[in-house]
């Protein structure tokens, strides 16, 4: 059974939630007939934002799921062709869209999922773009091209037409399951998924539209901090949890969802009555397939890990916008969000004792709060980074071994450090993350003490971390590698303008 518990409560039940939500889709495949697109909203695996506001749904739950349908299910993947000719890059892998694409391909087949097909959508005739398309077919992947329609979404007897989705390429596919992902938002999954259903309905072929996204949690109240902290995550998207209308009016039952699928919905639903002479959708509410708020165990577990999770994006907004990546206003919505909810920067403990550790040091630091609560503080060193003294003072603690205790000798470390200035071409001596972890592995061949600090290294999944600096992107990787959630003071080491 996958479960995670916080003392003796059960948070989140993972196996309750496969089976009630591969129940839920293949009820809607009978509901339409023939054959289901399936809009996946957000990531279909790696979605950490899940499985840290819902502990005990994995990054990779969406994966599972699918897996337990793979036989009547098939991938196909949208990309906008703007996306592709500006290099839009994704935050979090820091890859552009064309090759996330890619790497997704790569992903699901190397998961047992059938993947044949790409979408381009908005088509346009431009270099990048046909390049990638050439890439594509060159690698035997399926290619369709949709187009950009005139008066979308609103004109429907226009996009209902020869001139309008009749223009667009029908994909082909072969399997009652048609789950229809991106790269990322703005790809055009859901306008993908309605010309597919104009072009099965001329063909005489029974389809079905349904959304599968896990935020907000319709059967959650509206601001119940689960949803809250999917608010925090899409400051930049502007959406906004709201009551949907439609599903009260219906069935005199409170729903949450966002604007985006509230103010569409009409448009929507003249399209469905169009195609199929009437609408089975009451309610945006009606068209997702959520049943995530049923397998919440331990509500206030969810709370706790909600808050948490909203403080994190506070820190990580405060970055972006030094980076100009969002404004001012985007800031001041999570810190609405926090106000709501009566929490602040400070309830996040390892912030205050990594500046502590900063104020008696006089350089970078950082501190990190262990799963049993404990305390552990570093500082930056000639021959080592906060991030890495922090790791392996770490697992001295939970090594039980005393801090004044070497894991590494300099013998190890100064050869490294010189590398890296006169063969490598590096500015900064000290070690990173991963330089570290690997010179503990060499010291663990003779060093004892080195061989069981290594041996604690999956008790720092779940460890929460806070740098006084900005963290090097290759650090930032480290961490989320060892399941560390970290948060960074929005400042850079020495006033540098660039990190690296």
Known sequence: MFIYKVGDKMVFNLEKYLKLQSDKILDRVKMFGDKLYLEFGGKLFDDYHASRVLPGFLPDTKLKLLLTLKDDVEILLVINSRDIQNNKIRGDTGINYQSEVLRLI????????????????????????????????????????????????????????QDGFGKNEYITTTKKIVVVTAPGPGS???????????????????????K????????????????????????????????????????????????????????????????????????????????????????????????DEIIRRYYNSLIDLRNGKITNEAVDKIRIIMRKLNISENNRLCVIKAREKKELSNTVSMAMELNDKRIIQAKTSDLLSAPAALILNALKALAGIDDSLMLISHSIIEPISKMKINDLGNKNPRLHIDETLIALTISAMTNPLAELAMSKLSLLRGCQAHSTAILAEIDKNVFKKLGIDVTCDPYVHAHKLYTK
């Not at 381009?120 to 950009?148: G, M, W």
């Not at 979308?152 to 226009?158: I, R």
């Not at 055009?188 to 349904?210: D, F, P, V, W």
């Open 106 to 161: 790569d992903a699901y087949r190397a998961a047992g999922l059938y993947c044949p097909s790409v979408c381009i959508t908005q088509y346009e005739a431009l270099p990048q773009v046909d390049s990638f398309i050439r890439k594509l077919k060159n690698s035997n992947i399926k290619t369709f091209l949709h187009y950009e329609i005139e008066g979308y979404p609103h004109n429907v007897e226009y996009i209902l037409s």
């Open 188 to 210: 055009g999954k859901m306008a993908t998924c309605l010309s597919q259903l104009y072009h099965e309905n001329l063909r005489g072929i029974k389809a079905g539209y349904a």
């Open 212 to 307: 599968y996204e896990t935020f907000p949690i319709w059967n959650l109240p509206l601001n119940h901090p689960v949803n809250f902290a999917y608010e925090a995550a899409t400051i930049d998207l502007n959406d906004v949890n709201m009551i949907d209308p439609y599903h009260l009016e219906a069935y005199n039952i409170l729903a949450t969802n966002y604007n985006r699928d509230v103010e569409i919905f009409p448009v929507l639903k003249s399209m469905f009555e169009a195609i199929y002479n009437n609408s089975i959708y009451k309610s945006p509410t009606d068209m997702g397939v959520n049943m995530a708020g049923f397998s919440i165990e331990d509500d206030e577990g969810a709370k706790n890990a909600s808050c």
